[in-house]
């Protein structure tokens, strides 16, 4: 068997609200509790399981989500809909706008409990270097 990505584990401050915002923005469903765990489940069957734990243990991590073309247009829409705050870089240097990284499109949210999400439609190292410049977001 091919080693496989089963499930991980996000703190939340709140984990409803957190698997809820997520699977919005994705277009996902939340999935039924499962002892503490509320899971949102990806196409490839990895689910985030999200846990509330107290707020001061709670590390900041980065997620990054591969969806298609149509998706991303889908959730960029709910993303600019509900005013949730966006970058084309980690670094928060670049807010208002989506990368072209690989010849694809990428941006970055911060989710209730300040993760960082990230969206692309081109896996890293799958294109051109210079992926044909950066838009604005208008």
Known sequence: MAVQ????????????ESAEFLAHV????????????LPVETANGVTLDFATVPEDH???QHYAFL????EFDAAFARIRQAGIPYWADPRQERPGE???NDGGRGLYFMDPSRHAME???????SGS????GDDPAV
């Open 5 to 16: 990505l089963n499930h991980t584990i996000v703190h939340a401050k709140d984990r409803r």
């Open 26 to 37: 994705l277009g996902l469903e939340v999935g039924a509790e499962t002892g503490p765990f």
């Open 58 to 60: 709670i590390t900041t």
């Open 67 to 70: 969806i298609s073309e149509a």
């Open 98 to 100: 989506i990368n072209r």
């Open 119 to 125: 969206i692309i439609t081109r896996p890293y190292g």
């Open 129 to 132: 270097a210079g992926g044909g």
